[in-house]
């Protein structure tokens, strides 16, 4: 094994990749720390996908230093791929081949892999285990490219927007599986379209954009370091004006949107304790009262001026 | 290496299953020589243009010409004997039989000793008549490569000569015959056409390699397996042996019906056979991967190929010598390595004038391959 277990399993320094006049990547660093899950965010063109691929052994850098698993990627991709899963956005390999067919032309490809019958079962396909490729569905045929990943018992594993096309229940069972190969000590880098996928898997993310590492930490850092404030909402209560609340303890702002009144604010303890001693002296309880903060999503569009969806 | 074996399984799996992909490579040349052989290969009762040279020039001879004459499959055409084998090299004749001079004395000769030595070769009008001391040869050409006329012919002057020597002397053989092979340019329509069909689709089956390869590069499926640690030459080798196992496979489907269906004779040795059969899949697979390395869309591969495959097929003497094409294409049927290897797989399968020398042939083919390959190795990409 190289390296040690709290080293990162993914250690990017100063990397710059370059297309022609396009500067794909500018200079970014980062780490993934063994054993987490690691979300790459950013809008198409960010430089993810080129990151990714100078990750997997895909690409080489024009500048800069990229480690996976302590080993240097730009120079031995070969023992890199080895010990990586990778899972891509592609069209059914091998239409005519069967599930089983193609995990164990796949397992072949490497020195160690997991059971066929472990892999079937991990991403529910063993119902369409004898279905050639091309007859699968699009989510079924995204859960075996899941599958391919895992073939090589990886200690890192590239998840490239693994759920798109999969209807809730099986995005559901895709993040059990996300879930369970992290407790039992896989790291995933994972790059999504769906903030709430981030939002559920990932211990840290990372934002991309042209080129650049824009934030990096956990969801609730990114968060909050945008956006200090939480929402206090609930049904609007007639006797109270929004002006009388806006003077509450810590409230930056008070507004009324669909019928529900919202209180921006800094302390939501302070806010809720003033609150509810206001509405008590009025005899009634504030309904559906709940907190709410900004979203990965926010956070998204205040940094890149665009949706992560466009 | 159980990697290059389990891809090798996985791509010949995958090829059979592809029903479409089968039609293509298998059923489509057996179409084209079912269709074209019938078409070309006339048909009606069998009839043999013979050549008869007399260079005996006497009422012996004669006599003998009318015994021949007499046989209703035989059509004889008097002529010298340079000229009836030019004939006959050409097609027109289907043999060439000779009356040496000399022939009518020896007659004369031994009907004076007859009643002396009437019981001498009693015993040789049972076995086969051989040339020796007392007989006069007579020289049958035949081209062994047209195996029903050959034998038929044989067979026939065998007779003639056979009922001449009881007539003349009561059975002491005094003809005997000499089999000659002559090579002659005259294939019949199926054995030019065979070799010609298999040499196509061996140019098929490499040039449009080029379109599931762009196709597999467009999909990603090349990067995909380009994340595993699988090496590139595995990748290639891999599908290089899937299309040579059928390209194998055509040549044995493609001679198969040529042998069972137009009694085609096959000649060549087979270890090259299959060798030039190996050489011209590796040409093309080499052209297929430059188109590869070119075209960026499935639909542009699909574009450049036919491009290239339509003109080739009727450019390269597939369906009829190159001799009898307008002298303004044949420079350029010079140049197309299918004209090289129809002809090579014509030389060494059926024999026939060849278009150019067998070494040469290879060489031109062998040219191909090693630019093409050094052109992909250049400018293939993976993605």
Same mark, same amino acid.
């Given at each position: ?11 990017v ?7 022609g006049?396009?500067?794909?990547v500018?200079?970014?660093?980062f780490?993934v720390?063994?054993?987490e899950?690691f979300g790459?965010l ?5 430089g993810?996908t ?6 997997e ?29 990778v899972?891509?956005q592609?069209?059914?390999l ?8 193609v995990?164990?032309?796949?397992r ?6 997991r059971?066929?019958?472990?892999l ?13 490729t091309?007859?699968l ?13 895992l ?7 590239f998840l ?27 790291s ?8 709430e ?7 840290r993310?990372?934002?991309m ?8 930490g956990t ?6 370091r ?11 209560l007639?006797?109270?004006d929004?002006?009388?609340l806006?003077?509450?303890p810590?409230?930056k702002r008070?507004v ?5 009144t919202?209180l ?9 304790g ?5 509405t ?7 309904e ?6 900004a ?16 | ?10 791509n010949i799996r995958?090829?059979?299953?592809d ?14 020589i079912?269709l074209?052989?019938?078409i ?7 009839s ?8 005996? *020039? ?12 007499r046989v ?14 030019d004939a ?5 004749l289907? *043999? ?16 004076g ?6 019981g001498?070769?009693a ?5 086969p008549?051989?040339?020796g ?33 009881l ?25 030019f ?5 298999l040499?196509m689709?061996?140019m ?12 597999q ?20 080798g ?15 489907l ?11 004779t ?7 056979m299959v ?10 697979i080499?052209?297929?991967?430059v188109v ?9 591969a ?5 491009v ?6 009727f450019l ?13 294409l ?17 030389q060494?399968?059926?024999? *026939? ?10 060489g ?5 391959f090693?630019v ?12």
């Open positions: 094994m190289t390296g040690t277990d709290d080293a990162p399993v993914i250690e320094v100063g990397l710059r990749k370059r297309y006049e396009v500067l794909a500018d200079g970014i660093s780490e720390r063994r054993g899950i790459l950013g809008p198409n063109g960010a993810k080129t990151t990714v691929e100078i990750l052994g895909l690409r080489r850098p024009d500048d800069g230093t990229v480690h996976v698993l302590g080993v240097n990627a730009a120079h031995a991709p070969e023992q890199v791929k080895q010990r990586i899963g899972q891509l592609t069209a059914a091998y239409p005519f081949l069967t599930v089983t067919e995990l164990e032309l796949f072949s490809f490497y020195a160690r892999s059971p066929t019958e472990w079937v079962q991990a991403v529910d396909l063993g119902e369409r285990r004898h279905a050639q091309r007859q569905s699009g989510g079924q045929r995204q859960r075996l490219s899941v599958a391919l990943a073939v090589n018992e990886p200690e890192l594993v490239d927007e693994p759920t798109t096309g999969m209807d809730p229940q099986a995005r559901r069972s895709l993040w059990d599986l996300v879930l369970r190969l992290r407790s039992e000590g896989t995933v880098l994972l790059t999504t379209h769906y903030m996928e981030a939002e559920q898997l990932c211990d993310v990372a934002v954009d042209h080129g650049h590492v824009l934030e990096l969801v609730e850092e990114l968060v909050t945008r956006f200090r404030e939480r929402a206090v909402h609930f049904d609007t007639p006797g109270l929004l002006a009388e806006g003077r509450l810590q409230v008070a009324i949107e669909d019928g529900e919202v921006y604010t800094s302390d939501v303890a302070a806010t809720i003033a609150l509810l001693a206001r008590e002296t009025l005899g009634r309880d504030p559906n009262l709940g907190i709410r903060r979203t990965l999503e926010d956070v998204f569009l205040d940094l890149t001026g665009h949706a992560l969806r466009e | 290496m159980s990697a290059f074996l389990t891809l090798t399984a996985a995958s090829f059979v299953r029903r479409t992909a089968l039609f293509w490579t298998f059923a489509f040349p057996v179409i084209f079912l074209f052989g019938a070309f290969s006339g048909g009606g009762t069998p043999y243009s013979i050549g008869w040279v007399d260079q005996d *020039g006497t009422a012996a001879s004669a006599l003998l010409r009318d015994g021949f004459a209703p499959l035989l059509k004889l055409q008097d002529g010298s004997l340079s000229a009836s084998l006959m090299r050409k097609g027109s289907n *043999g060439v039989v000779v009356v040496p001079k000399g022939y009518g004395a020896a007659v004369a000769a031994a009907r000793s007859s009643a002396a030595g009437a001498a070769g015993a040789a009008t049972t076995g008549i051989t040339a001391p007392g007989t006069v040869p007579l020289d049958v050409y035949t081209d062994p490569s047209q195996q029903t006329s050959s034998a038929t012919i044989r067979q026939v002057v065998a007779q003639v000569v056979s009922t001449t020597n007539a003349l002397l009561g059975g002491r053989p005094i003809l005997a015959t000499v089999d000659r092979s002559l090579q002659t340019q005259d294939l019949s329509n199926a054995a056409l065979v070799p010609g069909i040499g689709a061996l098929q089956l490499g040039v449009f390699g080029a379109v599931p390869l762009v196709a590069r467009e999909k990603l499926i090349l990067k995909r397996l380009g994340a595993t640690p699988l090496p590139r030459w595995t990748l290639v891999s599908n290089v042996v899937l299309r040579l196992l059928i390209g194998i496979g055509q040549a044995v493609i001679l198969g019906i040529g042998v069972a269906v137009f009694g085609v096959v000649l060549g040795a087979l270890w090259l060798a030039i059969v190996v050489l011209g899949a590796l040409t093309f080499s052209i297929g991967y590869a390395s070119f075209a960026r869309t499935e639909d542009a699909n574009g450049i190929v036919q290239i495959q339509f003109p080739m097929m390269s003497g597939v369906f009829f010598p190159i001799e009898i094409m307008p002298s303004v044949r420079p350029v049927a010079a140049v197309l390595p299918l004209t090289y290897l129809g002809d090579a797989l014509r060494v399968m059926v024999g *026939g004038s060849p278009y150019a020398p067998l070494p040469l042939d290879l031109i083919l062998s040219a191909w090693v093409c390959l050094a052109i992909s190795a250049r400018f293939f990409r993976w993605e």
